[in-house]
């Protein structure tokens, strides 16, 4: 059974920085492209970004490198860090895992880690 566990979400302060962690189990970590999404209050999941399989330490900014997603394959762990947080940044993460083996998707996800912005 796969299972997906993020951690490291709560209060942060505008201007402030957090990282979210996510361990995995129950399958080959190393094979998968993993990510980040977000669900914003009163909108649809949407993703930050991802990083993909084949790489044991490898990392990707994205949204003009305010986040910095990377993967430890050694420790199953896929990280989102989070500079210069802003309000607008409020939401339930989620991490995920997918890959395709001839025609089958395998797709998982995390049940998702809160970040309240707040002054």
């Known amino acids: 059974q796969v299972q997906l566990v993020e951690s490291g979400g709560g209060l942060v302060l505008p201007g402030g920085s957090l990282r979210l962690s996510c361990v995995a189990s129950?399958?080959?970590?190393?094979?998968?492209?993993t990510g980040w999404y977000r669900q914003r209050p009163g909108g649809q999941r949407e993703s930050i970004g991802s990083?993909?399989?084949?790489?044991?330490?490898n990392s990707v900014d994205v949204l003009n490198g305010r986040f910095t997603i990377s993967r430890d394959n050694d420790k199953n762990t896929v990280y989102l860090q989070i500079h210069n947080v802003r309000p607008d940044d409020e939401a339930v993460y989620y991490c995920?895992?997918?890959?395709?083996?001839?025609?089958?998707?395998?797709?998982?996800w995390g049940q998702g880690t809160q970040v309240t912005v707040t002054s």
């Open positions: 995920n895992l997918w890959n395709r083996i001839g025609d089958q998707l395998n797709d998982y």
């Open positions: 129950g399958t080959d970590f190393r094979t998968y492209t």
């Open positions: 990083v993909p399989s084949g790489h044991s330490r």
